[in-house]
Structure formats: C-alpha cells, structure tokens
Nanobody, 115 residues
Framework: QVQLVESGGGLVQPGGSLRLSCAAS????????MGWYRQAPGKQRELVAL???????NYADSVKGRFTISRDNAKNTVYLQMNSLKPEDTAVYSC?????????WGQGTQVTVSS
C-alpha cells in the first residue's frame, strides 16, 4: 500500500522559510513526476512545483525564484524549500506522485504565513 506522508508545515512570519518533506512508502511503478500542489481557503488547488523523473522542473510563476523542489531517490522523499514566504503563500500543501497508472496524494500540511 502506497502512502505519502508530508511534514514541515507550520506558522512562519513573512520573509521566513520552511522546508516541506514528503516521504513515500510502498512501491510505485512507472513514476512520471513528483511534486507539490496547494489550496488556499476559497480557492482552487494549484500547482506549486513539479519534478518529472528525467529531472525537469516546473514552477508556478508566483513561486519562481523563491521555492525549490528537490528529490532524494534513496529516501523516496521529495522536498519543497520555501524562502521569502508571503502571506499569499498560506495554504494546505499536498504532495503528489504521478504514475502511468494513477496519481497518489498525501494528506496535506498547513502552511501559514503571518506576522
């Protein structure tokens, strides 16, 4: 059974940093990409950052230059380093693993940026 477990969310002041982690357990075949989405209250879920297995990355325009996605294959973990956080980054962040068979999702972790 595949599980994705996120950690690293919390409350941070504007301008601060957080690093989210998503550890995958179980076996996932034919992975296409791993990444992060977020959903703020009253808004649709949006892509934050996605890394395809060949290593190409795709970022939302709103986070380019501030967020960095990375992956540790040995630990089956994907990370999201978030710097220069803004109040508008406040959302529930969910990691995803996309395969040729189905997409897997974590339970989400809350990130709140507030003074």
């Amino acid at each position: 059974q595949v599980q994705l477990v996120e950690s690293g969310g919390g409350l941070v002041q504007p301008g601060g940093s957080l690093r989210l982690s998503c550890a995958a357990s179980g076996t996932i075949f034919s992975i296409l990409a791993m990444g992060w989405y977020r959903q703020a209250p009253g808004k649709q879920r949006e892509l934050v950052a996605l890394m395809s297995i060949p290593g190409r990355t795709n970022y939302a325009d709103s986070v380019k230059g501030r967020f960095t996605i990375s992956r540790d294959n040995a630990k089956n973990t994907v990370y999201l380093q978030m710097n220069s956080l803004k109040p508008e980054d406040t959302a529930v962040y969910s990691c995803t693993v996309q395969s040729t068979i189905r997409d897997y999702w974590g339970q989400g972790t809350q990130v709140t940026v507030s003074s």
